[in-house]
């Protein structure tokens, strides 16, 4: 059982950045996909971006070009780079990983943008 854990939330100003973390408690080498989805009040869980073991990458059409993910198989993390920020990124944000058929999911982390 691996076990990830988010960091790096907080409350940030329209237009700044923030970082988030998420650390594995094993090794991700084996998985073919880390990503993060977040979920704001009243609405659904939602793909914000994801790396596949290959290299690529993926974002909703919401973030591209503000957020970056990274993936780092070496220290078993994934990060995620969220610059531009707006209001509209306020939600709790989930790490999430799938290894085969299995996901694991973080506990989650709170962004909230003040306009």
């Known amino acids: 059982q691996v076990q990830l854990v988010e960091s790096g939330g907080g409350l940030v100003q329209a237009g700044g950045s923030l970082r988030l973390s998420c650390a594995a408690s094993?090794?991700?080498?084996?998985?073919?996909?880390m990503g993060w989805h977040r979920q704001a009040p009243g609405k659904r869980r939602e793909m914000v971006a994801y790396?596949?073991?290959?290299?690529?990458?993926n974002y909703a059409d919401s973030v591209k070009g503000r957020f970056t993910i990274s993936r780092d198989n070496a220290k078993n993390t994934v990060t995620l780079q969220m610059n531009s920020l707006k209001p509209e990124d306020t939600a709790v944000y989930y790490c999430n990983g799938q290894r085969g058929s299995v996901t694991y999911w973080g506990q989650g982390t709170q962004v909230t943008v003040s306009s």
């Open positions: 790396a596949i073991s290959d290299g690529r990458t």
């Open positions: 094993g090794s991700i080498f084996s998985f073919n996909l």
